[in-house]
């Protein structure tokens, strides 16, 4: 597994502050840098990965946790 830059946790979160929340935390990264990001339930594990892949980035992985969270890592891309 590549090396996380930064790890965002929004299992607290509801829609659509999870990937509002993603976005920001993307922005604030260089290029082909790696964000982990911690998510919560159905809409945040459909909509966070289908909103950073239509903004160009890419989901590099998307695994459970075991504890009812998943660990999502997206490659940022872009400027």
Do not use: Q
Not at 17 to 32: C, N
């Amino acid at each position: 597994m590549p090396d996380v830059t930064a790890t965002l946790d929004i299992t607290r979160e509801v829609c659509p502050m999870t990937y509002v929340r993603t976005k920001l935390k993307l922005e604030s990264l260089p290029p082909d840098t790696l964000l982990e990001v911690l998510l919560k339930g159905d809409e945040p594990l459909k909509n966070v990965p289908r909103s950073a892949k239509d903004e160009g980035h890419d989901v590099v992985s998307l695994d459970p946790r075991g504890d009812g969270t998943h660990r999502l890592i997206i490659r940022k891309r872009g400027k």
